[in-house]
């Protein structure tokens, strides 16, 4: 499999990477002439970060005929993030450190050690507050002949446009959601009709449709969030299902950062020269502070992501409500459940769907700009409730 393939429903882009990676093998000049600087947007899911590795591997492939084969060892290692020469930079916390920029500045002006480039590969490059985004501005404006940054982000308004000006700009759209089940059933084996249903409950998000397409309890839970709406009466009601809402995203995240931390607890002490348990001196607790303290954010961020995921579940429940009261000839994002969509049609209308809609984008904004969980979510609960 070619490491393109991965890149779901991209065609036009891939084109475009793939026709830089063999402009940039033309000859002596071939270098000079490569853009140094990517920019690669595209919508949550759409596969940035996907995409931005595809481009790293090509770039590092050794295959002399089909750049980007998949199989030599420059593909492997940079679609695995072991290339020495491909240098992935991420982040968890809600904004890089400035400290964090620095020594990919300095890392980018040298040589590639083995590889045919060095490959700096940037995902959330939006998440730069604008004296971070200067520092990474110099490396960027000149870097050395065989560095290309890869900048990954939502959209080219998400960067700076000091930075926007000195890349080339690829976006990625939403791939359709055949496209992602077919990735799915050739891929990961997985059965076709639920690949597609996954597909489609998760909007084209690749990760999000493989998991659920692998996962029951996963389609269970989607399901169980969706069936809320249609149970509330009341504000009690609602209060109640805001409660439940909030309570499952906090154990969705503990449950995905728990173990994590504990390893890296462990690790941390370890380098320390500490057993776990014991009186650490004092001169170390601030490490052991310093970890703890990233690792709250982390789950801050885990729960936040898990609820905004459950807002566009809502969403796109509700988009569906609208689909079916308008009689609009668009296919559904939850075939799955094309009852409880009809019901919750004849129920309400279509006013009353855009108003609800309307609720939940208030929601999910007022979780972006981080008011409190639990109120941000009680009042959405409270506007689906049944309206005379
Ligand atoms: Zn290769």
């Known amino acids: 499999m070619s490491v393109w393939d991965q890149v779901v429903g991209q065609e036009e882009v891939v084109a475009t990477l793939r026709d830089a990676v063999l402009a940039s093998r033309q000859g002596e000049d071939a270098a000079r002439a490569m853009t140094h600087a990517w920019l690669i947007t595209g919508p949550p899911g759409s596969g940035r970060s996907v995409a931005a590795r595809a481009f790293a591997a090509a770039l590092q492939c050794t295959d002399p005929d089909e750049p980007g084969c998949g199989r030599c060892h420059g593909c492997t290692t940079a679609l695995a993030g072991t290339h020495a020469d491909v240098t992935l930079v991420s982040t968890e916390k809600v904004t890089f450190l400035i400290e964090e920029i ?9 040589a590639p050690s083995q590889g ?7 995902e959330d490059a939006d998440r730069m507050v604008e004296r971070t985004s200067n520092v990474l501005l110099k490396a960027v404006e000149e870097p050395p002949p065989r560095t290309v940054w890869l900048l990954c982000a939502p959209s080219p308004e998400d960067v700076l446009t000091t930075i926007r000006s000195r890349c080339r700009a690829v976006h ?8 992602v089940a077919d990735l799915l059933v050739r891929r990961d084996g997985l059965d076709a009709d639920v690949a597609l249903a996954s597909a489609r409950a998760a909007q084209s998000h690749v990760g999000l449709a493989r998991r659920l397409a692998r996962d029951p309890e996963a389609r269970q ?6 069936a809320v709406p249609a149970g509330i009466r009341g504000v009690g009601d609602a209060v109640l299902a805001a409660a439940e809402l909030i309570d499952t995203a906090a154990a969705d995240a503990r449950a995905a950062t728990e173990e994590r931390d504990a390893a890296e607890k462990a690790e941390l002490l370890r380098n320390l020269g500490a057993e776990a348990g014991t009186r650490l001196p004092p001169a170390l607790r601030g490490q052991v502070k310093q970890l703890e303290e990233d690792q709250k954010r982390r789950a801050t961020r885990a729960q936040r992501d898990v609820l905004d995921r459950a807002m566009v579940d809502l969403l796109s429940l509700y988009r569906d409500v609208l689909v079916v009261q308008l009689g609009a000839d668009v296919e559904l994002v939850n075939t799955d459940l094309a009852d409880e969509v009809r019901r919750l049609a004849a129920g309400s209308t279509p006013e009353q769907t855009v108003r609800r809609m309307d609720a939940v984008g208030v929601a999910r904004e007022r979780l972006g ?5 639990l109120l941000a979510v009680e009042a959405m609960m409270v506007a689906l409730r049944p309206q005379g």
Request: glycine share 0%; net charge positive; charged share 30%.
């Open 102 to 110: 620095r020594p990919l500045v300095s890392q980018a002006q040298r």
């Open 172 to 179: 990625l759209r939403v791939p359709d959601p055949r496209a």
């Open 369 to 373: 700009a981080n008011v409190a969980p």
């Open 116 to 122: 045919r480039w060095r490959v700096m590969l940037m």
């Open 221 to 226: 839970r989607r399901r169980r969030l969706l």
